[in-house]
């Protein structure tokens, strides 16, 4: 097998010490701009059509303060077709979110935004049960989901376990999933950055679940490659004629096309939704861009690398490779 003209496995330090530097700065950004929604704090969204656009933030928070509600926050966004508006403020029970609704509607047509109710196309409520229930079902689907791919992990490669812990290719494939999901949010920080409306929601959420699968994939494939050549080089390994850092570089550049290909087969589809979509559909292609790109980086440049040290491959044979 011929050696790589760029070798990842001799530099595994200098990607996971870029890795390292790439999550502390997606951690600022995101938490700098952090925002939950309505769907996690509670609130109202209400769409609407109006011949005029009209920015009426400033004034509906002033009608609501009116009212006793007490930290108000208000988003607008104005479509092609419809107007939406985003308010998160603090609601004592589900009965008081209601009324909320009935005061913004009326509001909507007494200050003459909207010529009648029937101009008010869509108006949602989220109580504060409603809001608990989806925070605890949000935090359960990410802890579960890691169990379960930990599970997967350790039956997929039960099979080497006297030469791999599977338990170890378990435990990189959650920090690499980890990495997965942090690294992207610097790029949701910078959307939400420049656009107030964007927050942590269920697409958001979505999202996380979906390229948490979609990179477990990639990353169990360039394993599953390595358990392979190490198999096939077992006698050859034992007789130190080959080293592991060896397969683990050949089994990443036997992978790569594969991996790299099927990220880029889907960013097309992405691309594709973002450019005719809109709303939801135009933030979830935007996130799952970043993700998809984040998850191909980390199946090449840290998993099979993070692995070589943490097995201590690499110690052994820093002379050797």
């Known amino acids: 097998m011929k050696s790589w003209k760029f070798p990842i496995i001799k530099r595994s330090f200098l990607w996971l010490t870029l890795g390292l530097v790439a999550i502390i700065t997606s951690l600022i950004a995101l938490i700098n701009n952090f925002r939950l929604s309505i769907q996690f704090t509670g609130g109202m969204e209400i ?3 109006s011949k005029e656009v009209k920015d009426i933030k400033d004034d509906l928070k002033i009608f609501l303060g009116e009212l006793w ?3 108000i926050t208000i988003n ?3 479509y092609e077709r419809y107007q939406n508006i985003l308010i998160k403020t603090d609601v004592e029970n589900d009965s008081k979110v209601a009324e909320l609704s009935k005061s913004i509607q009326k509001y909507l047509v007494d200050k003459k935004v909207v010529s009648g109710e029937s101009e008010i196309l869509e108006s949602s409520i989220i109580g504060p049960s409603i809001w608990a229930y989806m925070q605890s079902n949000a935090i359960k689907a990410l802890i579960y989901g890691m169990i379960f791919l930990s599970v997967y992990m350790v039956i997929a490669f039960i099979g080497i376990k006297d030469v791999i812990s599977p ?3 378990a435990l990189i494939t959650i920090i690499t999933m ?7 949010s610097w790029a949701y920080g910078i959307l939400m950055y420049f656009n107030q409306t964007i927050q942590i929601d269920v697409i958001f959420i979505t999202a996380i679940l979906t390229v948490m699968w979609y990179s477990i994939n990639d990353t169990i494939v360039i394993f599953d490659r390595i358990r392979e050549n190490i198999i096939i080089n077992q006698k050859s390994l034992v007789s130190e004629k080959i080293t592991y850092g060896k397969i683990f570089e050949d089994s990443l550049r036997q992978t790569m096309k594969r991996s790299i290909l099927t990220g880029w087969g889907t960013i097309i589809v992405i691309v594709t939704m973002f450019i005719f979509g809109e709303g939801m559909i135009k933030t979830f292609a935007f996130t799952m861009f970043a993700w998809i790109l984040s998850g191909t ?3 090449i440049f840290i ?3 993070l692995a070589y040290i943490v097995l201590g491959k690499m110690r052994k044979e820093k002379n050797k490779f």
Do not use: R
């Open 69 to 71: 509600y007490k930290d």
């Open 47 to 49: 769409k609407y059509t």
């Open 167 to 169: 338990w170890v290719l």
């Open 303 to 305: 998993a099979a690398p």
């Open 178 to 184: 980890l990495f997965d999901i942090i690294i992207p």
């Open 76 to 78: 607008q966004e104005n």
């Open 297 to 299: 980086f980390s199946s």
